[in-house]
C-alpha cells in the first residue's frame, strides 16, 4: 500500500537522485542547443537536428529507466541494476546516432551489424519506455504495426506491404 501511495515514480536518494537531476536537467539543455543552434555560433560546427534528436531521445529514455520502475510493486527508493543497464544502452544509443549520424545518412541502404543491434536496441528501449508510461495497450498497437511491416506483403489486396526483411526495417 506504501507504494501505490508514493505516485508512480522513483524518490531516489544519494547518487541515485544525483544521477536523475543530471539526466533530467541535460535534456532542457540538450533543447536550448538545439534550438539556439549553439555549436554553430561557439565552434563553427553545423550539427543535423537529428543528431540532437538522438541525443534528446537517448536522455529521454535513460531518465524514464531511472525515474519509473518496471512494475508497480517494483521498489521506488532504489534503481535496480536492469534500469542501470537499460538508461546506459539508451544513452549510447543518442550518442551513437548524435556521432555518426553524418555516416548513417550516407550509407543510409547499407545494412550492417552494428546498425541493425542500435536499431533493435532503440526500438526494444522505445516500447519498454512506453510500456512503463502509457502501459501494454500501445506497446501491443505499435507491435503489431511492427509486424506488418515485416509480414504485410502476406495480406490480401490493399491490404498488401511491401516486402522488408528485419535488417532493413530495424535500421
Request: glycine share 8%.
Amino acid at each position: 500500500m506504501e507504494n501505490e501511495s508514493q505516485g508512480r515514480f522513483r524518490k531516489l536518494t544519494g547518487v541515485a537522485r544525483y544521477v536523475q537531476l543530471g539526466v533530467g536537467l541535460a535534456t532542457p539543455v540538450t533543447a536550448l542547443f538545439f534550438i539556439l543552434d549553439l555549436p554553430l555560433y561557439v565552434a563553427g560546427i553545423s550539427l543535423f537536428a537529428q543528431q540532437y534528436l538522438g541525443l534528446f531521445l537517448g536522455l529521454i529514455l535513460a531518465y524514464v529507466f531511472i525515474s519509473v520502475p518496471a512494475a508497480k510493486k517494483a521498489s521506488k527508493n532504489r534503481v535496480p541494476w536492469y534500469d542501470i543497464l537499460c538508461a546506459c544502452a539508451s544513452l549510447i544509443v543518442g550518442l551513437y546516432v548524435t556521432i555518426y549520424y553524418p555516416q548513417l545518412l550516407v550509407t543510409l541502404g547499407i545494412y550492417t551489424p552494428i546498425k541493425v543491434i542500435f536499431g533493435l536496441a532503440a526500438i526494444l528501449a522505445v516500447l519498454e519506455a512506453t510500456q512503463r508510461l502509457a502501459g501494454w495497450p500501445l506497446v501491443i498497437i505499435v507491435t503489431i504495426l511492427i509486424l506488418y511491416g515485416r509480414y504485410g506483403f502476406l495480406l490480401p489486396g490493399i491490404l498488401a506491404g511491401k516486402e522488408l526483411n528485419w535488417p532493413r526495417l530495424i535500421s
